[in-house]
């Protein structure tokens, strides 16, 4: 068998981990893989937006499956050239990538569907924008409604800032992505972030998770792309996650079918559990990163086969996902300056890992077999144990260990999961 996976970050380097396990025999290949996947896998020299060239490559290569990693590809069209090149494709089309590459198309479905989520209007004029602002009053949340890597979402203390936010973004501070704008209603409760492999109206739910998106401890400072996660979640029961299932994933997957954009792969429920229940923050149209570090290392069961099941389109019912009676804490390893702009370069040291523990890289390099720090996110340490504080303490510890000129880390992921077990 012949696997590609495209994209070169955590996540991705999380999926080969698991996709080698459950395939030990087949050949894999990665787009410009990082520094961790490159000794497991035969690097593609073609960037993951270069949707022709990359189709091409699978063909000329007889590719058995395509899992796409990231969703600026996806958006472009990748799944959608690959299928069309006759090579099986996990990852949704780009029209049905819309659910997270354009959050007023998302929230237009979701309005049409009646999902539970903020109360918002999509605004191009700035004066209409901050008219609404006052109406709904701070907090408030403003959004440009196109990719904007995790940083696209400006939560608003004030109306001051709010109309401030919008009149830059509608100006241009977002570029293309910011030329439309959500403005919605802020949602009080604790973020959830549900995982569901779906081959159109059929899905099954993965391990929910948590991730830590600011860059400060006690969850303060500006979002980044994500400093940490951890799985299971405390406080989520199967009855949440049915509720979960009927009144939010499978009313967007039946909208998104009826529309025509019919949804296979990964899709991401990002939601806020309020005191009214569970309402939608945004869906993703791909595995998340880091909560995919936590979550695959957890999956009992392969992964490969639900993947191959809707990359072909035969149906998810003989997949049901089991998962390891255990917890994972996942400390990500930053450059400083990060989510702002970081030096790369730096050598790094990864000593000897303890039992359960398990590095991914996202941005590391192998220049003359030295491995170096070449991202913003540079490490992810994953801890595995029966027990969650042992899972936690060994995480840090680990993110500790290892060394690179300028590491930043947050010691304090899995804080609230931490506090509901005291
Ligand atoms: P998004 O880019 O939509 O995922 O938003 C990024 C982060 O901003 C979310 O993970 C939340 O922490 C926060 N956020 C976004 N929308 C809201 C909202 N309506 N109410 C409260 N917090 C929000
Ligand atoms: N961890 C958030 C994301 O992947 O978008």
Redesign the pocket.
């Known amino acids: 068998m012949r696997i590609l996976i495209v994209g070169n970050g955590g996540r991705e380097h999380t999926l080969l981990w698991k996709l080698r396990r459950d395939a030990p025999g087949a050949a894999f290949y990665a787009t410009r893989p990082n520094g961790g996947m490159a000794p497991h896998c035969a690097a593609v020299d073609i960037a993951p937006t270069d949707v022709v060239a990359l189709a091409g490559w699978a063909v000329a290569n007889r590719i058995d499956l395509a899992v796409v990693g990231p969703e600026t590809p996806l958006a472009a069209g990748l799944a959608d050239r690959m299928k069309r090149s006759g090579v099986p494709v996990f990852g949704p089309s780009a029209g049905a990538a819309r659910i997270e590459s354009s959050?007023a198309f998302a929230k237009d479905l979701m309005a049409g569907a009646g999902v539970p989520t903020?109360a918002y209007e999509v605004h191009t004029d700035a004066d209409r924008a901050a008219a609404f602002i006052e109406s709904v009053g701070a907090p408030v949340?403003v959004?440009a409604s196109g990719l904007a890597a995790?940083k696209?979402?400006i939560?608003c203390g004030t109306v001051e800032e709010a109309v401030t936010a919008a009149r830059d973004m509608l100006s241009g501070s977002f570029g293309e992505a910011g030329r439309k704008a959500v403005v919605?209603?802020?949602?009080e409760g604790e973020?959830l972030s549900v995982f569901c492999l779906a081959d159109g109206e059929e899905f099954v739910p993965l391990l929910s998770s948590q991730d830590h998106?600011r860059i400060g401890e006690g969850d303060t400072g500006p979002?980044t792309g994500g400093m940490g996660a951890y799985a299971p979640v405390g406080f989520v029961t199967d009855a949440l996650i049915e509720e979960v299932g009927d009144r939010v994933v499978a009313p967007v997957l039946t909208a998104l079918a009826e529309g025509g954009n019919r949804f296979s792969g990964l899709l991401y429920a990002?939601l806020?559990i309020t005191r009214e229940g569970p309402k939608v923050?945004?869906f993703n149209c791909r595995f998340g990163d880091p909560e995919t570090q936590a979550v695959l290392p957890l999956l009992a069961s392969s992964l490969l086969e639900p993947m191959m099941a809707v990359a072909e389109g035969s149906g998810l019912a003989d997949h049901a996902p089991v998962f390891a009676d255990a917890a994972a804490v996942t400390t990500v390893l930053a450059a400083s300056g990060y989510p702002g702009s970081y030096d790369k370069g730096a050598p790094i040291d990864i000593p000897p890992l303890p039992r359960g523990a398990e590095v991914f890289h996202a941005g590391t390099a192998l220049r003359s077999g030295r491995l170096v720090a070449s991202g913003g996110r540079v490490l992810a340490v994953t801890a595995l144990d029966r027990d969650f504080e042992r899972a936690r303490t060994v995480s840090r510890a680990v993110a500790q260990a290892i060394t690179f000129e300028g590491k930043y880390y947050r010691k304090d992921i899995g804080w609230r999961e931490a506090e509901r077990r005291s």
């Open positions: 959050k903020a949340v959004k995790g696209g979402a939560v919605e209603e802020y949602m973020e998106k979002n990002g806020m923050v945004e």
